[in-house]
């Protein structure tokens, strides 16, 4: 018997989303390459840790694929909103418009060749789509913190961890 799930970019209380977060504490401008719109859907390690819970003591599961991630369908401005909301922190946002972007790498990608591949990725994320985890609601009762509620958590876990 065998169940697989299919978790979206997992996050929780490690050294990446730590230093992501004292980073964000610390930041005063970040720059974007086009309008920020392609799609992000996090999960949080605890929604993702009882989603393998309940998947072994689920007999439905067997034999089935699921996809777990966060019902919020958040774009990369969102979740800058979210991120500065949750470290009470301010931002200047400046988005840099695609049209430059291709035309920066048409003219300095002929030196750097790596250039065409970072914006062949970007144009990638834009054509994201978003998952969804309707499957496991149904058959499990998978449920996923939102965003905003999995980093309020992970603060304040972290500043629990460092008193």
């Not at 996090?42 to 998947?55: G, L, S, T």
């Not at 007999?59 to 909301?85: E, F, G, V, W």
């Not at 400046?94 to 914006?119: C, D, F, N």
Request: aromatic share 12%; with cysteine; charged share 20%.
């Amino acid at each position: 018997n065998w169940t697989i799930l299919r978790p979206t970019g997992i996050y929780g209380n490690n050294y990446y989303w730590r230093s992501l977060i004292q980073e964000f504490k610390t930041k005063k401008n970040i720059k974007i390459i086009g309008p920020g719109s392609w799609p992000l859907q996090y999960i949080y390690v605890e929604d993702c840790a009882r989603a393998i819970v309940d998947v072994l003591n689920t007999d439905i599961t067997k034999r089935n694929t699921y996809t777990i991630c966060s019902a919020d369908h958040l774009d990369y401005n969102a979740y800058l909103a979210a991120m500065q909301l949750a470290t009470n922190t301010k931002l200047s946002v400046r988005h840099i418009p695609m049209w430059a972007t291709e035309l920066y790498v048409s003219t300095v990608g002929v030196i750097q060749p790596q250039l065409k591949t970072k914006l062949a990725n970007i144009h990638r994320m834009y054509n994201a789509q978003f998952h969804d985890s309707s499957k496991a609601i149904k058959d499990f009762g998978f449920l996923s913190r939102p965003f905003s509620q999995g980093l309020k958590d992970l603060i304040g876990e972290t500043e629990t961890n460092e008193a």
